[in-house]
């Protein structure tokens, strides 16, 4: 036994001096707590050096589901910023001189939550570890925020990105972090959406929402009821052609999020916000008149028929085919803004619906004004205006999530000069959106009530990419750090120094975000 523990070492001595010499590295000193991490890890520990990132360097990958897409998902984000191609599970890439990215499945209680994630990051190597793909991929996006935006070309013979060294763990405050794009009023193509999937994943965001239908457009094809794309997906706000998006262009944006762990929460508006809906097919608003396409603004006008079992039968048509191409586990019904439907018809019309959601498998999610049903409370209630509803909903045992209209709703200007955006919330400039807790804006709602947050974009006043960036950006970043990080950590003057300092890779997304004088801009 001894002779042959003898003749391994001798082997692994020969092993090594055969392999061609490390040229050590003086890297220089780093600081990554001093790192602009958005959202803002829970811990993070320096150690103050570097690991290069090169030419030499592979990415290898646990086998368990999902984490080898992260891991070329990666790759592919490394090319971009750096050109370098960076192989995935490579087997001729093993040589004792390489720098790995290693992106493991590891069970630990600090990955106790499923987006939770442990980033080591040492000289020679880089460990992304979670129990989930999804807490991999959030690992991955801050590893790419660590990325230097320029090589350093006087270590070696050839450049070297410097990620600074040490330890992150990390996990999010709420599970549900989302926002929603109205893509009703105005109409957005699957390549307007898919940009804005790629910045909500840079931040951690886990939820889009689109608002598929209202009183302006019908934006989803239903093959069983085919006139509402060929007349209601005609018109928008201010007479333009509108659009749709086919069943196939849907499930091409809903696994183009799930690639980037976001789920597509679809949302038909109802009983209001229907009239483009009633224009398809005029039974659903009761009185059997043809409609007038709407391309204003005004709401609060129109409402399915509630007393109707022909509606109930659309609907279940609709919420089938739509739950069918839909694998996230919410489908939400809107049911704001119901002015001219009876209270009686309004609240029939919740409790109804909720069965026929859940009879395709799917949670309902409702604006706060489904609260007055008698709702299970495995619903979910989206506060955007009455606290009280919230109230209620949570004392029932629902979650919440919370989209205040005077603090989350993109739509709102940044002030009187803004270019694009509403004012009937007030203004919600960069500082407003950010400095609130999420934990106490509705006093004697639990924190256990709370679900997460959600910031919704209406699109009255914009319509296309441009326009979009201007009012989201840079609010969506402060948001997707309210609901990823804890409250400690949300503090104004830090998170404004670390928001100026993402400005290169805004610029590289060529994002038109508004350029608050609150934020000194790094460009």
């Known amino acids: 036994m001894f002779k042959k523990v003898i003749v391994v070492f001798l082997a692994m001595l020969i092993f090594a001096a055969c392999q061609p010499e490390k040229k050590e ?12 991490l958005i959202p803002k890890p829970v811990k993070t520990v320096a150690t103050h050096s570097a690991f290069g990132l090169d030419q030499n360097t592979v990415i290898k990958t646990t086998s368990d589901k999902g984490f080898e897409k992260v891991g070329h998902f990666l790759s592919e984000k490394i090319k971009w910023q750096t050109g370098l191609q960076i192989p995935v599970n490579d087997p001729t890439k093993d040589e004792p001189y390489q720098r790995f990215i290693y992106i493991s499945h590891a069970d630990t209680i600090e990955l106790k939550k499923p987006e939770s994630y442990q980033l080591y990051i040492k000289q020679d190597s880089i460990f992304i570890n979670s129990s989930t793909a999804a807490g ?26 410097l990620v600074p060294t040490g330890k992150i763990i990390d996990g999010p405050r709420f599970e549900f972090r989302g926002t929603m794009l109205d893509v009703a009023r105005h109409f957005f193509t699957v390549e307007e959406v898919k940009k804005y999937i790629d910045l909500l994943a840079y931040y951690k965001y886990n939820m889009l929402h689109l608002h598929l239908s209202d009183d302006q457009g019908w934006r989803i094809e239903i093959k069983s009821w085919p006139k509402l794309t060929e007349v209601g997906g005609s018109t928008e706000v201010g007479g333009g052609d509108g659009g749709f998006y ?10 183009y999020a799930a690639e980037r762990h976001i789920t597509i929460i679809p949302e038909i508006d109802m009983p209001g916000h229907t009239n483009a809906a009633s224009l398809s097919y005029p039974f659903l608003n009761g009185n059997g008149k043809t409609l007038k396409p709407y391309t204003g603004t005004r709401v609060g006008f129109s409402t399915f028929a509630t007393n109707k079992d022909t509606v109930y ?39 109804l619906m909720e069965k026929i959601v859940r009879k395709h498998g799917k949670t309902m999610i409702g604006w706060n004004e489904i609260a007055q049903a008698d709702i299970s409370s495995s619903s979910v209630v989206q506060l955007w205006k009455e606290k009280k509803h919230a109230l209620k909903a949570a004392q029932n ?32 400039p960069v500082d407003s959106a950010y400095a609130w807790n999420p934990e106490t804006y509705i006093e004697g709602l639990p924190k256990e009530s709370i679900l ?36 400690e950590h949300c503090d104004w003057n830090d998170y404004r120094k670390r928001l100026a300092r993402h400005t290169p890779y805004l610029e590289r997304m060529q994002v038109n975000y508004y350029p608050t004088k609150l934020v000194d801009w790094k460009k």
Do not use: C
């Open 25 to 36: 590295i003086l890297y220089p000193r780093t600081d990554l707590s001093n790192a602009p």
């Open 136 to 161: 991999a991929f959030r690992g991955v996006q801050t590893l790419r925020q660590l990325i230097p935006e320029k090589s350093n070309d006087t270590l070696t013979d050839h450049p070297l990105w």
């Open 246 to 255: 086919t069943q196939e262009d849907f499930k091409e944006l809903v696994d």
């Open 313 to 351: 039968a659309f609907l279940n048509d609709v919420v089938r085919e739509i739950a069918s191409i839909s694998p996230g586990p919410y489908f939400h019904i809107g049911g704001d803004e119901s002015h001219v439907t009876p209270k009686k018809g309004y609240i029939h019309f919740v409790e």
């Open 397 to 428: 045992g629902s979650k919440i999530i919370l989209s205040s209209a005077e603090k989350a709703y993109l739509d709102m200007k940044y002030d009187s000069l803004s270019t694009y955006g509403l004012d009937w919330a007030g203004h919600i």
């Open 452 to 487: 997460g947050i959600e910031a919704p974009l209406w699109s009255e006043t914009i319509s296309n990419s441009p326009e979009l960036e201007y009012l989201a950006f840079p609010r969506a970043i402060g948001y997707s750090e309210l609901a990823w990080s804890i409250q």
